[in-house]
């Protein structure tokens, strides 16, 4: 399984995103896909998940704000990030869970909410 994001960039505080992941491969063998993120000196956090019965989780600093989504082929998973703030600066990462519970990551892509 392959993951690329896209998306990411600088925006001002208050301001909106679409994150993008595309994958590639055993797309069948996806349980879930996942976004997390990493800002500078902290550890990698859950942000937001959603499952092959399209079941959605978010973390609580995002819920109202953050949507995300797949397309209809299931091989596109997208992130809307609205209402940003300085600390959702982070590098975000696509995340795939296979059924064999095994995890592919993206190479991440940058987001910078400047204040």
């Known amino acids: 399984v392959q993951l690329v994001e896209s998306g990411g960039g600088l925006v001002q505080a208050g301001g909106s995103l679409r994150l993008s992941c595309t994958t590639s491969?055993?797309?069948?063998?996806?349980?879930?896909m996942s976004w997390y993120r990493q800002a500078p000196g902290k550890q990698r956090e859950f942000v937001a998940s959603i499952t092959s019965a399209n079941i959605i989780s978010y973390v609580d600093s995002v819920k109202g704000r953050f949507t995300i989504s797949r397309d209809g082929a299931k091989n596109t998973v997208f992130r809307q990030m609205n209402s940003l703030k300085p600390e959702d600066t982070a590098v975000y990462y696509c995340?795939?869970?296979?059924?064999?519970?095994?995890?592919?990551w993206g190479q991440g892509t940058q987001v910078t909410v400047s204040s």
């Open positions: 491969g055993s797309i069948s063998s996806i349980a879930a």
């Open positions: 995340s795939g869970l296979t059924y064999g519970s095994i995890r592919y």
